[in-house]
């Protein structure tokens, strides 16, 4: 049975982990009964956590907001997740100035950490390399305006630079943020365009106040993240091409990330990519990883792209 001051802190720690825990189930967890629970409460409110509790068989307690603010009581696998969590975030260099706080928060975690733990951290950082994000940084005061856009249900206004620098303005619904090699997007609904969009966040400008709240719609079948990857590939690319693929779509779709672009089966054996890149050689040199036979036939920039490489692979052969 735990002592009075680690059970204390046990009750603490688990009014964060749920909102709401009846009575008995919590004296069942410490293996003590009802009535102790009752009297570690009223030491708890006593010394000044706000412990609201309701009476009769289906009673039980919940941490109230306000007054002091309940220890933070990490189990060993969540303080090595924060701490890993910490020193990634410090290496990501997706949102700006977030390194040196990240670093200033490891560094007073360690300081609380048991040995034994430091150990098992140190272990872990020595080993991994995080790579660093290679998209622009994000103003974090831009992130959290969209989050509590999208967590509020709250109309969203903004200006924003499209892939041409062309500028305009947007009035949208927005849900979901996600962040993809390196760079933030954000899923929202577009109210002028009547449909769904992912926007770059590093191309948009909030403008305050937002807009008036909504009610959430259900999000795309295909699910946030599967949509923002879709929403990706079909940027508008300074150019563009469909390419006939002779293999299975099936295939094709297990060698592709879904942001490449869209894969339609033609037939059993071949399937149609649309796809895009900034030039037609980027393309050309993705799709020749893909270690399958292709047609560019319909495309006449790729395929003078094509035969431009061939004859430069053919002189490196000696042909």
Known sequence: MLKTSERLLQILSLLQVRPFWPGRTLAERLEVSTRTIRADVERLRALGYPIQSTPGVAGGYQLGAGAALPPLLLEDDEAIAVALGLSTAAADGSIADLEEASLRALAKMYQVLPSHLRHRITTLQSTVVPVPAHGPAIDPDVLLTLASACRDSVQLRFDYRTHSDAESRRIVEPYRLALRAGRWYLLAFDLDRDDWRTFRVDRLT?????????????????????????????????????????????VVAERLPKAAGAVTARDEESCVLESGSDDPAALLRYLSMLDLDFSVADTPALAAEARRLSERFARAAGA
Do not use: K, Y
């Not at 929403?231 to 779509?249: D, K, L, N, Y």
């Open 206 to 250: 909030p403008r305050i106040p937002m807009g008036r709240r909504f009610t959430p719609r259900d999000l795309p079948a295909e699910g946030a993240a599967d949509h923002v990857d879709r929403g990706v590939a079909s940027a508008p690319w300074e150019f563009r091409a469909t390419v006939v693929i002779h293999a299975p779509a099936d």
